[in-house]
Structure formats: C-alpha cells, structure tokens
C-alpha cells in the first residue's frame, strides 16, 4: 500500500505583487517582476504549486560606498562610481531588480540633496530595464526629504520606497499611494510588529498588493537564527489566515554578511576561516539561502557571484 | 503515540507503594507522561507493561548513534517540524568523503588534514564530525580504511558493496560506524553484516515507498537502527522528502520511515555549500561533503550551529570583568554586553590586537548592544552599576571607558552616572577596535 503523505491545506494566500511598470502601463521599466502568491510553505510542491519564484535583488548606493569590502570594491570595479554604470553592470549580473541605496551624504561629504537624489534615480531608471527599489538613507527626517521628490519624478513607475519604520511610514505610505508607487514594511523580528505596522500601513488606504514587509534579519553567526525563525512563524502565520502577515517578505542578507568580519577582511584573521573571497561568497550565499528556505520573495545581494549562486539554488528548488 | 497519564497508570501495578518516591501510582504516572521520570524508579512494572510502555515512549525519530574512539555523532529524536517550536537536538553529523582510489598517501594527508580542523566560533571549538571511507575501487578499500584510521579516530561512515564492506569491517573493531548502503538487491546480506558488526546502516531507495519497503525488511530480520538515503535529486526534490517523513514520524508516528537521513552534497563550484546548507536547515541527520576545505566547513558549522541553538535561550557568557592582554591600572575599559556572539566579536578583536584591555561585560540578559539598548537591557543605570559591582574601578588609575558605537547617544548619561571617569565613544563595529585602540585612545 502507498504511503499517504500528510499534506497542508492552508486557508491563508500570500499576496501577489508586481514591481515595475512597462511602457504600456505607464512606465519605461522593460520588464516587470512579479512574486508572492504562495498557498503553502517554500517550495513544498507536492502540496501547492509555487506560483512565483523568489528573485533575487543588488544592492547599489548613489556614490561609491568607503566601508565596502574590498572584495565588492574589487569585483565592481569602476561601475560603483557611477550609479548608472553599476545598476547596468548589475543587470548583466543577473539581478531581476536593483536596489538603490541612498547616502545620508554625497560624495563630497555635502548632505544629499533631493535634487542630486532625484538625479540619481533618474539615471539608474535611464540605465537599465529592471523594476527600482529605493532605500532613504535611514534618518527619519532627510528619508521624507529625499523620498518625496523621488516618488514624484517617477510617478507611474510602480519603484517600491522604503523603508518604513513605526516611526516613519506616513509620508512615505502617502506619496507612494499618490504615485502608483509600493512600499516596504521593516521591523526588528518581532512577528506582532510586523503586523503593527502592516495594520497601520494598511489603515492609510495602502492597497495590499503595494506592501512588502521587512522583518530584518541577521547574518550567518550573528543572529540568522532570529530572523529564520520570525520569518518561519510569520509565514505560518499568514498561510493560516491572518491577513496582515499576508504580504511578500524582502530581506537583506547581502547588507548584513558584508557587515561581518567573515567577509569584510582578509587579513590577520585565522586559517580556520580558510580562503577570504570563497569564504565571503558562502557567507553571503548561505545566509541567503537558508531565508529564502523560511519565506523570503526578495533577497537583496551584493556580490555578483553570490547572486549567481541564489539563482541556481531557487532554480534547484522548483525542480521537484 | 505517546500515552497520556491515566493510560500509563493502568500498566502500573497500581499498589500505591510509594517506593518510586511518589505517594501514588497515578502521581508517578503522571509524572511519567510528562517525562519528568524514569520507569526504571518503580521496582514493579511488569514485564508486559515495560514492553508497550517503551514503543509508547520511543521518539518518533529513532536516535542513531555512530562512534568510535570516544567520539559519538548523534542523529534523530527530533519532535519539531520548525525550530521554534521547540528546538531541534542533534546538529547533524558533517563527514568528509574518501574515496579509495585516491591511493594511501593522498588519503592520509586530506585526512589528517580535516582531522585537524578546529574553528572557534563564539568560545566553541568547531570539528569535522568524521569520515565516509568510499570502496570505489574495491581492491584498494582496507587499504584506504587503515590509512583513514592511521590518520583520525572520528566515527566513519563506510561505503561499498556488501564484500567491500564486510573486508572494511573486518579491519575496524571497537566501532560502530555507520554501513552505506542496503538496497533492494543486497539488503539481505547487509543485514547480516550489519547485525554481526553491529553497526548502523543506510538504506538506499528511489521513493519513499521502496524506502518504507525496505525498513520493514530489515526491521523483521533484526535491524533497527537505520538511515535513509533520499537521493541525489534536485534540491526541491530533497526538500520534499525530508518533509515528508519528518512529518510522517513527527504527526503520524509512521516508525517505518521514523529514522534520521543521510544527504550527499557534491555539487560543484560552491554549489556543495548550497546543498549541505539545506541539508542543515532541512532534517538531515547525516551531511556528506565530497571535499574538505576550510572556507566551506565555517560557513556551515556556524549555520548548524545557528539552526540548532535553543530558541528560548540566547547563548550568554557571565557577565564580569575579562582582562585581555594583560591590564594595567592604566589600561582602557571596554564595555559591553554579555550575548555570546557580541561578547565573542569585540573580545577576538581585542585579544587581536595585542592591546592590554579591560573588558566590562554587563548583564544584558544576553542580548546584542542595539536589541538590549531597545530593550531598555544596556542603559547609563546598568552600566554604572556593572562598574561598581565589578569593582573595576580598584583596578585603574586612568578610570577611561569606551561605550560601544552604537549606543552613542548614551555618553552624556552615563558621564553623569559615574563622575571621575571619562566616556569615550569607540566604533560601531568590532573589527575597528584594533585601530581604534591603536590610534584613538
Ligand atoms: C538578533 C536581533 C534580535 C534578537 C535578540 C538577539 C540577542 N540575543 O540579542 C531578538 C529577535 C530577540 C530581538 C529583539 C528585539 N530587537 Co533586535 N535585533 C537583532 C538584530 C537582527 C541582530 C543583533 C545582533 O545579534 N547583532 C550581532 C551582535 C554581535 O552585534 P552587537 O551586539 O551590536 O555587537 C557589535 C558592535 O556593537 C560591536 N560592539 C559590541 N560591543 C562593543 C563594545 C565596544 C567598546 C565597541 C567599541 C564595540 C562593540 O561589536 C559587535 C560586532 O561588530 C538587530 C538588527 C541587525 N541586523 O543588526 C536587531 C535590532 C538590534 N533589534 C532592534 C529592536 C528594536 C528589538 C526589539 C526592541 C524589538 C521588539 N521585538 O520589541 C526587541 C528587544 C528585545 C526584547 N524586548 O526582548 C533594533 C534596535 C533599533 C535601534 N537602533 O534602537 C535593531 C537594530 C533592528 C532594527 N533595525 O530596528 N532582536
Ligand atoms: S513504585 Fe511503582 S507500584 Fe509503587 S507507587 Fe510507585 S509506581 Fe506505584
């Protein structure tokens, strides 16, 4: 007799979310990216089909970043001095979408300006194809400056804003309502945050196909646990039904495995660690990896080669 | 299925002798559900009863055992589909393949090579678990066995036909290693081999029907103590079926499939590191990596390690005064938290260095810097009182202390707390306290 394996029925559906807008649809992205839509667990297709995959984002900055590691300085080489080479350069690294990390300063060490800012996004747009995620620089008061005049040039252009905090989300949620724009949700692994702030996101009138949700995560050996975990519960969560853990998750494991001293030196560290680039690549790779396996529709990556490797793994995935 | 209470108290003589240290059989019952004791405390419980209560409280997912040389790599009794739930147990074994035909020199260099390895992750020595000795060429598999055992006393896996194998045990005593593999055509005979070595054994099927076919086999002639090998598929493949009978055994108590797995990662160009890293994430028991290197064995200790940490407690060191590089009355203080990792990163660093430092590790409830901040956990009040219960301030002259970069804002707080002293900021991230403490103070 066959044995009967025990399948899941969930009640709950996460939602299905397209980035970008082609010219047809009121933007000039030359593809979109649609993901999300997911009625069981990662990749358990003997349950449900996966009807979309993960995909797989690179994180630029509008200026060449100084505490890189020399390793994304080195394999980047002079795209990252300019915004619009690196977010082609990025294409051709197999990225589905860029991430254009804004700077509380540029490259002059002036504040960033909203003009300077705008110029920016005009230029990555202008470069390549791909759907644009834009992160303010993270302070409350320059992110609304900054944010605003980006989300009106490019208005129709369907570019997700981020990052929304609790205590920072009004402005950004209001002018991405007014632009057809998206947003992202961020909290600190915490699951009844999370859904805190998709409440209060949603209770603006923000669509709930325009939301993407952050729960933070850590890298590999400095706390991946945490967020593995948050993001385990916050998709049970959401496939039984409760409909503010319903939106796709995007997280950062290239920002937070380039933090480390696992990738970021080369130097005067053990043997133990062994080879530094093969090191940091796994650092990177695994960390994204082992989320994307927890739930996660957007990882944002820095590496070319890393990225290479995520898209093989959820290529590998869907092959049941 | 685990019995409830009242079920176990009907197996029990039901005497109230009180001689299991409980006044009644049912309070001892009771306790035994919640296996909080041993059946063994009541002198009286019948043989019959002894019988079904061990199949009752047998894990879902039979614990197997491989050793040698004192060492011992643990697989199965899990009982949780995702770690939160409670938390998972036994961190997976991860081995080194050998293949015979790599000839006695080459083998004993690799071997003794990964034997060896030793990466501190957060005060832990992480290891190679042991060795998966491959006859891939029969007639050079003792020799590759002897040169493998001259090399390390790890617990091997052992790979090969049934005469390969029973040649290879031949030249191992004292061990249970772990046999690889049974299979619809030889399962009788390694049946045989595995109960005369008493020795583990994998059992190798396409689907999980011919698996379950095969355990039940093996399980009438003698053999409990199985591995099951889920193929080499794609990685969805692999995910659907170490899903599905950790389900099995964890929802259905299904014992015929109730055992731990056993995954092969041989992908090339990094893509090994991806498939051992979902074996780790995934339920596998037992991980086999086709090369040893050191910049694939940290990633995926420290992601086993991760994985398998308790989710209730975050890992902690005592809090207290650490002296690094010898102090002297006119050496620095360094404050932090006492969250392993943290403690570990900014502690590595310093030693480093070379610099003599006092290290205040301050009870944080063994948070980070930032979630303790946020937490209300690493404030002026609590640093000040580390300072003063710690006595640090018997121990210097120059009384100069360094706050970690994050927690900034905290400065002019904390100079208000403790007067006499001076509050310096020191960088956000641990590798720059070297330079730092070289250059700035
Ligand atoms: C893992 C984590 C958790 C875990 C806790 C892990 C733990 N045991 O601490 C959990 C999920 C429980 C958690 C909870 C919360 N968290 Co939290 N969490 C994180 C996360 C992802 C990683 C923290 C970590 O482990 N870092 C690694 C360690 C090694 O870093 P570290 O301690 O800072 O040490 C480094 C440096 O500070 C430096 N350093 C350390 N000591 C010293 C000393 C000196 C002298 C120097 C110079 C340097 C130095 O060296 C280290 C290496 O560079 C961060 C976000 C992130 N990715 O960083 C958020 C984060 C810290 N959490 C945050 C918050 C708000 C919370 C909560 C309050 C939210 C909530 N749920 O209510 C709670 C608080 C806890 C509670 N109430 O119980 C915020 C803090 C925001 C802020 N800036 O104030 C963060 C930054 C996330 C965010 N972006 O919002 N969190
Ligand atoms: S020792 Fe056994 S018989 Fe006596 S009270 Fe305890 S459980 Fe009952």
């Known amino acids: ?273 062994g080879d530094w680039k093969e090191r940091s690549i796994n650092w990177e790779t695994l960390t994204a990896v082992s989320l994307i396996q927890t739930g996660a529709d957007i990882v944002v990556l820095r590496h070319p080669e890393s990225v290479k490797r995520v898209k093989y793994a959820i290529e590998e995935l869907l092959m049941a | 299925m685990a019995l409830s209470g009242i079920q176990i108290y009907k197996l029990l003589p039901q005497t109230n002798c009180k001689e299991c240290g409980f006044p009644t059989c ?147 005593s004292g061990e249970n290693p772990l046999v690889y593999a049974a299979n619809e055509a030889n399962w009788e005979a390694m049946a045989d081999i595995a109960k005369k070595y008493s020795t583990s054994l994998v059992v190798a099927g396409e689907s999980l029907d011919d698996l379950a076919g095969l355990t039940e086999k093996l399980k009438v002639k003698g053999c409990e103590d199985l591995v099951l090998d889920l193929g080499l598929g794609h990685l969805g493949n692999r995910l659907a079926k170490s899903t599905q009978i950790r389900r099995l055994a964890i929802k259905k108590n299904f014992r015929t499939l109730g055992f731990p797995s056993i995954t092969f990662a041989n992908g090339h160009d990094g893509q090994d590191a991806i498939e051992a890293a979902q074996a780790i994430g995934k339920y596998s028991g037992f991980i086999v990596l086709d090369r040893f290197a050191p910049d694939l064995f940290y990633p995926l200790l420290v992601l086993r390690q991760n994985i398998y940490t308790d989710p209730q407690k975050p890992i902690q060191v005592q809090p207290g005064i650490y002296e690094i590089n010898s102090p002297k009355a006119d050496s620095p203080v360094l404050v932090t938290t006492n969250f392993s990792i943290t403690y570990f990163s900014v502690a590595n660093e310093v030693e480093g260095s070379g610099l003599p430092v006092w290290l205040l590790v301050t009870d944080a409830e063994g948070m980070s810097v930032l979630t303790a901040w946020a937490a209300g956990k690493f404030d002026s009040e609590r640093i000040a009182k580390s300072v003063k219960e710690f006595g640090i301030s018997d121990k210097v002259t120059k009384k100069q202390l360094v706050l970690p970069g994050h927690v900034a804002v905290l400065s002019g707080e904390v100079e208000e707390e403790l007067p006499g002293w001076e509050i310096r900021v020191g960088p956000r991230e641990a590798v720059d306290i070297p330079s730092f403490l070289k250059h700035a103070l």
């Not at chain 1, 080489?77 to 080479?85: C, H, K, L, Q, S």
């Not at chain 1, 961020?186 to 603006?204: A, E, G, H, Y």
């Not at chain 2, 009794?77 to 050998?98: A, C, D, S």
């Open chain 1, 1 to 273: 007799m066959p044995i009967e394996i025990p399948k899941d029925k969930w009640p709950g559906t996460i939602h299905t979310v397209t980035l970008g807008a082609t010219n047809g649809e009121g933007g000039t992205r030359s593809k979109t990216v649609t993901f999300g839509g997911e009625t069981t667990m990662p990749f358990l297709q003997f349950e449900a089909p996966v009807p979309h995959k993960p995909v797989v984002a690179i994180e630029i900055k509008d200026h060449k970043p100084e505490d890189w590691s020399l390793l994304l300085a080195e394999v980047w080489g002079a795209a990252m001095t300019d915004p619009a080479e690196w977010a082609k350069a990025a294409e051709n690294a197999g990225a589905d979408i860029i991430v254009l990390a804004l700077s509380v300063n540029d490259e002059n060490g002036n504040p960033t300006t909203p003009e300077k800012a705008v110029g920016t996004v005009k230029k990555v747009l202008g470069a390549c194809g791909l759907p644009l995620i834009v992160f303010g620089p993270g302070q409350v008061d320059l992110d609304n400056e900054l944010l605003v005049p980006i989300s009106e040039a490019t208005k129709g252009e369907r570019i997700v804003l981020g990052i929304c905090e609790d205590k920072n989300y009004r402005t950004i949620v209001a002018t991405a309502m007014a632009n057809g724009h998206l947003v992202t949700a961020r909290t600190p692994m915490d699951v009844n945050l999370s859904k805190q702030l998709n409440i209060l996101i949603t209770d603006m009138g923000m669509p709930a196909d325009r939301i993407l949700m952050d729960p933070t995560t850590g890298a590999l050996g400095y706390g991946i646990e945490y967020g593995y975990s948050v993001m385990e519960r916050l998709r049970l969560a959401a496939l039984q039904g409760d409909t503010m853990t319903q939106f796709p998750m995007i997280v950062t494991p290239g920002f937070e495995a380039w933090k480390t001293k696992e990738a970021k030196v080369g130097e005067g560290v053990p043997g133990s660690w």
């Open chain 2, 26 to 172: 049912l309070a001892f019952a009771m306790k035994l559900a919640a296996k909080q004791v041993e059946l063994s405390a009541c002198p009286y419980v019948s043989e019959g009863s002894k019988t079904q209560l061990a199949e009752s409280s047998a894990p879902p997912i039979r614990l197997i055992s491989v050793k040698a040389g004192g060492l011992e790599v643990k697989a199965g009794n899990e009982t949780v589909m995702f770690r939160h739930e409670k938390t998972f147990f036994n961190r997976p074994g991860l081995f080194v393949r050998v293949k015979s035909s790599l000839g006695v020199e080459a083998i004993k260099d690799l071997v003794t090579k990964a034997d060896a390895y030793k990466v501190n992750y957060v005060g832990m020595d992480l290891v190679v678990d042991g060795f998966a000795v491959e006859a891939d060429e029969e007639a050079t598999f003792t020799e590759a066995i002897k040169a493998v055992r001259s090399a390390t006393k790890r617990p091997l896996i052992l790979i090969g036909n049934e005469f390969a194998i029973k040649s290879g045990l031949d030249n191992l």
